[in-house]
């Protein structure tokens, strides 16, 4: 953090990540969820069809091997249990106003797991400032993502996701 006339300013550390392939994006998705930690939140953004339930899938199945991991498109959330914590993927397009989300237990889960979220920016400002933004574009056929975090132990897990 620096401190500029009394004020502290949040210093944003990024990260991008390139992706080809789908077993590229399996890779890196694998290689994020080894630095996940129990109150991580990871807030994909992107446009339609970039890639966001792809990468979702990926982290999931690298921590549960769940064979079966549906978007939550009309469940809006679903869960599973990893070794270490419980993950609730989250599909919020289909939300009219943020508050929608507190019946799906979101306060609850930021705390007690680890969140997936797509489409982040339909629960505007319920959505905690130190999270792992991740934003998904397709530049010239390639998958990037963007990681961004904003506190020094967060980038220190970030220069450790090993993809390579």
């Given at each position: 953090m620096i401190?500029?006339?009394g004020f502290k300013k949040m210093m944003m550390y990024k990260r991008i990540f390139e992706c080809v392939t789908e077993e590229d994006t399996r890779r890196l998705a694998s290689a994020v969820s080894r630095i996940a930690q129990k109150g991580d939140i990871f807030a994909l953004f992107g446009t339609l069809g970039v890639g966001k339930s792809t990468f979702s899938r990926f982290f999931i199945q690298s921590l549960c091997n769940a064979t079966e991991v549906p978007s939550p498109t009309f469940t809006l959330v679903q869960t599973y249990e990893s070794d270490n914590f419980e993950i609730y993927?989250?599909?919020m397009y289909r939300l009219k106003i943020p508050e929608e989300a507190y019946?799906?237990?979101?306060?609850?889960?930021?705390?007690?797991?680890v969140n997936l979220i797509e489409w982040p920016e339909?629960?505007?400002?319920l959505l905690p400032k130190d999270i792992w933004q991740v934003t998904i574009q397709v530049i010239n056929n390639t998958r990037c993502f963007e990681f961004s975090v904003n506190n020094e132990e967060k980038r220190q897990r970030l220069e450790k996701i090993d993809y390579a």
């Open positions: 401190s500029v006339r993927h989250y599909d019946e799906l237990g979101i306060e609850e889960s930021f705390y007690s797991g339909k629960i505007g400002y």
